[in-house]
């Protein structure tokens, strides 16, 4: 089974973010997940693939190929798939996971992260999705949820759609016991 994680490629946010990633790694080798990633040394990306490949875990990276010229590519994963762009990259990515978990980022995990929710709730598919909410990261967005439930721009039931995890065991714990539930369209 196969759990990609989406977060930030930034070296500059704060210790408590990488202690989060590197203890994510941790639990998922422990849970026997491999990892699928965006391939890159940088950040959390680098952090998360690191403690998963020292815990013994499998890693497969998945990098365009205009990122890969960069040098940023992390070397020694079990594979690097390389794609022609973003969109293909997404798209592999996608479809070699089990389930997604997104740890802190900007606006690259954002993004991310609303098309493998918005996808859920068009029903192409139907996989666990955790937000790890580490130092309360996200609680700002699940209360623009709040804000678009209310104006009915979404129904509330796009909230069960995904798991709010305080960190990587529970997020692991959760993926493992996931049963697929029923959602209903999401059109009023
Ligand atoms: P951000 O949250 O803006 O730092 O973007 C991180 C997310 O976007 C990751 O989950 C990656 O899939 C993708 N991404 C952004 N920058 C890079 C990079 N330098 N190398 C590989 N993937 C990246």
Not at 11 to 39: H, I, P, Q, R, T
Request: hydrophobic fraction near 40%; proline fraction near 2%.
């Amino acid at each position: 089974m196969n759990i990609c994680v989406f977060c930030s490629s930034s070296d500059a946010v704060s210790k408590k973010y990488f202690d989060s990633a590197k203890k994510l790694g941790v639990e998922m080798v422990k849970a026997g997940f491999n990892l699928v990633y965006g391939g890159a040394k940088r950040g959390l990306m680098g952090a998360v693939a690191d403690s998963v490949k020292s815990a013994g875990g499998g890693v497969i990276g998945v990098i365009p190929k205009a990122l890969k010229k960069y040098g940023i590519a992390m070397e020694g994963l079990d594979k690097l798939i390389v794609t022609d762009n973003m969109r293909e990259r997404k798209s592999v990515m996608e479809r070699k996971s089990d389930a997604f978990i997104f740890l802190p980022g900007g606006v690259g995990t954002l993004e991310e992260a609303m098309e493998i929710l918005t996808l859920k709730q068009l029903h192409y598919h139907n996989k666990p999705l955790v937000f790890v909410n580490t130092a309360n990261y996200y609680s700002t967005l699940f209360k623009f949820f709040e804000k678009m439930e209310k104006e009915k721009f979404i129904k509330k039931e796009l909230c069960n759609m995904f798991h709010v995890a305080k960190n990587g065991r529970a997020a692991v714990r959760y993926i493992k016991r996931y049963k697929p539930s029923k959602f209903k369209d999401k059109w009023f």
